[in-house]
């Protein structure tokens, strides 16, 4: 049963401290999406990658945030510094156009920065 | 600016009813537009796709209409039930899988 994988699922972090998240995307798909959801904000894109190039990061605060996808089978989010207005749930989602361009989603990490 | 607004108001409605839900956008030009549920503590599950040259989609229960002249999509769950009961998301994408873009959500409560 293909699905892609999130780790962490909970983290909780002092302020200041560097937090990585980690995503698996479905063996084939190609494209992989990093999404933020908070109560007030919704489901905001991050960033998103192609064939693990990234085409869009335009929604990332880039003094903190960056995005990564060393290979095929991992991509990372990253914070450093973190702060207490970063605590949100974290999802990643990949797809293909060969799906028709669904998106499969991760459970997500529960972010919490203290 | 762009906007994907839903009513964010949950909607409440009796077993058996059709449940209608809105979704409109602004500044868009959307190749495809999706519909997604999601349940608490889980991620977002695809539900149904209409593309910009399409008026009406269905899949068993569900139906997405699609108007580009009111940049308005509708959602309709028929005979609903109280497993329906969830957050609705509607999501945008230009040609080619581009930044799929969601809007916030609208909860359904369906009471038998």
């Known amino acids: 049963d293909a699905r892609v994988t999130q780790t962490p699922r909970h983290k909780v972090t002092e302020m200041g401290q560097e937090v990585t998240m980690r995503c698996q995307p479905i063996?084939?798909?190609?494209?992989v999406f990093w999404y933020r959801q908070t109560m007030m904000q919704g489901l905001e894109l991050l960033a998103y990658?192609?064939?693990?190039?990234?085409?869009?990061d335009s929604g990332m605060p880039k003094d903190r945030f960056s995005a990564e996808m060393p290979d095929a089978t991992l991509a990372t989010l990253k914070i450093q510094p973190s702060e207490p207005r970063d605590s949100a749930v974290y999802f990643c989602?990949?797809?293909?156009?060969?799906?028709?361009?669904?998106?499969?989603f991760g459970q997500g990490t529960r972010l919490t920065v203290v | 600016s762009q906007k994907i607004e839903q009513n964010s108001e949950a909607l409440n409605i009796q077993e058996g009813k059709t449940a209608t839900l809105t979704c409109n956008y602004t500044?868009?030009?959307?190749?495809?537009l999706q519909w997604y549920r999601q349940d608490p503590g889980r991620g977002p599950v695809f539900l149904l796709l209409?593309?910009?040259?399409?008026k009406e989609k269905r899949k068993e229960r569900l139906k997405v209409t699609f108007d580009t002249t009111l940049k308005q999509s509708l959602f309709h769950i028929t005979a609903s039930q109280p497993a329906d009961s969830a957050t609705y998301l509607c999501?945008?994408?230009?040609?080619?899988?581009?930044?799929?873009?969601f809007g916030t959500g609208t909860r359904l409560l369906v009471s038998p």
């Open positions: 989602a990949s797809g293909t156009r060969d799906t028709n361009t669904e998106a499969f």
């Open positions: 063996l084939g798909h190609n494209t």
């Open positions: 990658f192609r064939n693990r190039a990234p085409l869009d």
């Open positions: 500044n868009y030009s959307p190749a495809y």
């Open positions: 209409i593309r910009e040259n399409e």
């Open positions: 999501a945008l994408e230009g040609t080619g899988f581009q930044k799929l873009v």
